[in-house]
């Protein structure tokens, strides 16, 4: 069955003005959203975000299992968002700014939704719900989700394992040692 509608041009350039601004409302608010009153890092980061610290202590967890808070206990959280800091200025411009749009995306409350996140805040996400969020990305269909997933993995796992009080949980025995010549 085809349905023939009557429009006329006027009936078109209705719709194509509705359209338009419904996109300028929808990119206005986006803006909006995405512009933190606070776009200073913490205090003592160069990066990271108070958002952009609980995202990553939420995830933590999630991606290190076990191994996460191991022996440095209460210290762990500290260390390891100074080691991912440290990381990611250690990164080019390029990628910093891929980071930065990620972690924007992630921690806004309405974007996140957007991307399968959870939509209560990170902390108080449960590790079920985490969970699911990064086996979505891992398995998506999407290359660009797959690439954020690796990113996310690959940054908390390097810099967690990169500390020496964690070498043992990862089964390294650490750099090997450098003797001087014997004469």
């Known amino acids: 069955m085809v349905i023939f509608l009557d429009t006329s041009r006027r009936d078109f350039f209705k719709v194509s003005l509705l359209g338009s601004a419904a996109l300028l409302i929808g990119s206005s608010l986006s803006t909006l959203v995405l512009a933190q009153p606070n776009n200073n890092p913490l205090p003592k980061f160069n990066f990271l975000r108070p958002s952009d ?3 990553l ?3 933590a967890p999630v991606l290190l299992k076990a191994n996460y808070p191991g022996i440095l206990g209460q210290k762990a959280d500290q260390r390891l968002l100074f080691a991912i800091d440290k990381q990611i200025i250690s990164l080019s411009e390029h990628s910093r ?4 749009q990620l972690f924007d ?3 806004s409350s309405t974007l996140r939704y957007l991307a399968g996140a959870p939509i209560n805040d990170w902390s108080t996400a449960p590790s079920n719900q985490i969970e699911d969020f990064l086996q979505g990305w891992k398995t998506s269909m999407f290359a660009l989700k797959r690439t954020g997933y690796a ?3 690959k940054l908390l796992t390097m810099s967690w394992y990169a500390m020496a009080e964690n070498y043992s949980q990862a089964g390294y025995p650490g750099p090997p040692k450098i003797y001087p010549p014997q004469e």
């Not at 700014?97 to 930065?100: A, E, G, N, S, T």
């Open 57 to 59: 202590l939420a995830l």
């Open 105 to 107: 995306l992630l921690t």
């Open 151 to 153: 990113a996310l993995g």
């Open 97 to 100: 700014k891929q980071l930065r």
């Open 53 to 55: 610290a609980e995202f």
